[in-house]
C-alpha cells in the first residue's frame, strides 16, 4: 500500500536521528528534516537562528498541482447586462480570468491555498507565543479592492481580532453581499467611491462566501480563525508559519474548489511535529483538482 504524504516524513527514522546529531554536534543548530507529498523526505534544513526560544518553531512548505493545470476560461462579460462605460472600464486590464484554480503552467504552484493548524489533541489548544498576541496598526483592517479583474485579494485569512475594509475605487457600482454561518449576512449597495467596514468577526470553521450579485465572476473567500497559525499560498504556491508551539500538530489544507485536501478525511489535517528553534520544511504537497 502507497504511504501518504505523512507516513513518509517517519520514514527511515533511526538514519535520520543518526544525521540529526552528527549535524547537531558540528553546528549547534537544531536541523529538522521534512517530507515532500508523495515523493519521499526531503533535505534537512538549518535551525531558524532568529529564535532561539526552544518552545517554539517554524513550519514551511509549498502547494503544487498533481495533474494537468486548468485552463483559466475568460468571463463571458455579455451575459450581464453593462452598460458601455461599465464594460469598458472591466475591460480596461484585459480579459477577466475565472479564478477557480489559479497555478503557475510552468512550476505547477498552487495559489489561494488556506493552510492551517490545529492541535493534535481536540481537547488542546496552540498557546500562541507572545510576540503574536498584539497586532500591529497595519494589521487590524485588511483591505479588499473591487478591480476590473475581481476581488484584490482573491482569498482572505484573518483572525478574530483583525477586520476587513471593502473598498470600490472605481466608476461601477457594485453589491457587498457576504453569506457566513456565524456571522451575520449582508448585502449592501457599493456606489462608486464607497467603503464598507466588517469588524468584529467571529471564527468560522466553513468558508465565508463574498460576491458582487449583479456580476456574478466577482467572488472570493474568507476565513477568520480564533488563532495566528493560519497562512494563504503566494505565486509560488508557499507557506509558512511562525512561533508554533514545540510538538505535534495537525496541518489542514484547503482550497475553494477542491475542499478539504483528502476528502473528508482531510478536515482532521495530518500530524507534523514542530522542532523548537528551528525552522521544519513540509517539502512539497501536492493536491489534485478533485477528490479521488
Given at each position: 500500500m502507497a504511504l501518504n504524504w505523512t507516513d513518509q516524513q517517519h520514514r527511515d527514522d533511526e538514519s535520520r536521528r543518526r544525521f540529526l546529531k552528527e549535524i547537531t554536534a558540528l553546528t549547534g543548530w537544531a536541523v529538522v528534516t521534512g517530507a515532500t507529498a508523495f515523493q519521499g523526505p526531503t533535505a534537512a534544513i538549518a535551525g531558524d537562528k532568529s529564535n532561539s526560544n526552544k518552545g517554539f518553531g517554524g513550519l514551511k512548505g509549498r502547494i503544487l498541482l498533481d495533474g494537468d493545470v486548468p485552463e483559466r476560461k475568460e468571463v463571458d462579460l455579455s451575459t450581464a447586462a453593462l452598460n458601455a462605460e461599465d464594460l469598458k472600464w472591466f475591460r480596461s486590464l484585459g480579459p477577466i480570468l475565472n479564478e477557480d484554480w489559479v497555478v503557475d503552467p510552468k512550476t505547477k504552484a498552487v495559489r489561494w491555498v488556506y493552510v492551517w493548524l490545529i492541535p493534535e489533541d481536540k481537547q488542546g489548544?496552540?498557546?500562541?507565543?507572545?510576540?503574536?498576541?498584539?497586532?500591529?496598526?497595519?494589521?487590524?483592517?485588511?483591505?479588499?479592492?473591487?478591480?476590473?479583474?475581481?476581488?484584490v485579494p482573491h482569498a482572505v485569512a484573518i483572525r478574530e481580532e483583525q477586520g476587513i475594509l471593502m473598498r470600490n475605487q472605481g466608476p461601477v457600482a457594485h453589491v457587498f453581499n457576504m453569506q457566513g454561518f456565524s456571522n451575520p449576512s449582508k448585502n449592501i449597495a457599493m456606489p462608486p467611491g464607497s467603503e464598507i467596514p466588517v469588524k468584529g468577526l467571529m471564527a468560522e470553521r466553513a468558508?465565508?462566501?463574498?460576491?458582487?450579485?449583479?456580476?456574478?465572476?466577482?467572488?472570493?473567500?474568507?476565513?477568520?480563525?480564533?488563532?495566528?497559525?493560519?497562512?494563504?499560498?503566494?505565486?509560488?504556491?508557499?507557506?509558512?508559519?511562525?512561533m508554533v508551539p514545540t510538538g505535534p500538530c495537525r496541518?489542514?489544507?484547503w482550497h475553494e474548489t477542491l475542499g478539504f485536501h483528502g476528502g473528508r478525511a482531510g478536515r482532521f489535517g495530518s500530524e507534523v511535529n514542530v522542532?523548537?528553534?528551528a525552522i521544519t520544511d513540509l517539502g512539497t504537497i501536492k493536491i489534485k483538482t478533485q477528490t479521488a
Open positions: 489548544t496552540l498557546t500562541p507565543h507572545e510576540s503574536l498576541t498584539v497586532l500591529g496598526d497595519d494589521e487590524k483592517i485588511i483591505p479588499i479592492d473591487q478591480e476590473p479583474t475581481g476581488y468558508a465565508i462566501k463574498i460576491s458582487c450579485p449583479p456580476h456574478p465572476w466577482e467572488r472570493m473567500t474568507l476565513r477568520v480563525f480564533d488563532h495566528p497559525y493560519f497562512a494563504v499560498t503566494n505565486a509560488e504556491g508557499e507557506f509558512e508559519f511562525k496541518l489542514i489544507v522542532e523548537g528553534a
